[in-house]
Each structure stands twice: as C-alpha cells, then as structure tokens.
C-alpha cells in the first residue's frame, strides 16, 4: 500500500488550496478515505472522509464549510480543496486508508501565514 500526498505548501489566510492524494497497492474504490491533520505538539485529528463510492462524507466541524473531500476512482486519487484557510489550518496533512492495518502517507505541510 502506497499513499502520496502532494499539494501543500505557503498560503495567505484567505486562500485556498488543494491537497491530493494518489494511492495504489490496494483496490481503491473498495475503501473509505480519510484526511488527518498534526500540529506539533498536538493530536493527529481527523479533518474529513468519504465513503468508498463518494456518495457520503463527514468533516470536523472545525472545516465545515470550507473545506471538501472528493475522490476519482479513475485515478485512484482522493483530494482535499480547502477554502477560506486560516492559520489554525497550518498543519501536516495525511491521507489514510483503513484496510487490514491503517495506512498513511508521509505527510504533506499546509502553512496558513501572512
């Protein structure tokens, strides 16, 4: 199993981004997929996931709203556009899979910073 995770990078609080995640390894539309996110010093904490077809999500209530996850089976690629970034958002952000274990990308940083 194999998780990308691509996308990250410096943006003004306001701003937008979009995080994308290309898996292989496994049979990607079978699974749900998930965007973590860790501050330093703080706990990995789940920001949004989606169901196996798309056709359900759930998201922290700290990013309703702003944020979207959305996956193409076609590419075996899930994303995450985020809109109206604040510095509170500055974090790595991980893609995972739960299948036999819990897998994870190595991390892509979002810095919210003017």
């Known amino acids: 199993v194999q998780l990308v995770e691509s996308g990250g990078g410096l943006v003004q609080p306001g701003g937008s981004l979009r995080l994308s995640c290309a898996a292989s390894?496994?049979?990607?539309?079978?699974?749900?997929m998930n965007w973590y996110r860790q501050d330093p010093g703080k706990e990995r904490e789940l920001v949004a996931g989606?169901?196996?077809?798309?056709?359900?999500?759930n998201y922290a209530d700290s990013v309703k709203g702003r944020f979207t996850i959305s996956r193409d089976n076609a590419k075996n690629t899930v994303y995450l556009q985020m809109n109206s970034l604040k510095p509170e958002d500055t974090a790595v952000y991980y893609c995972?899979?739960?299948?036999?274990?819990?897998?994870w990308g190595q991390g892509t940083q979002v810095t919210v910073s003017s």
């Open positions: 995972n899979v739960r299948i036999w274990y819990s897998a």
């Open positions: 390894g496994f049979t990607f539309s079978r699974y749900a």
């Open positions: 989606i169901t196996s077809d798309g056709g359900s999500t």
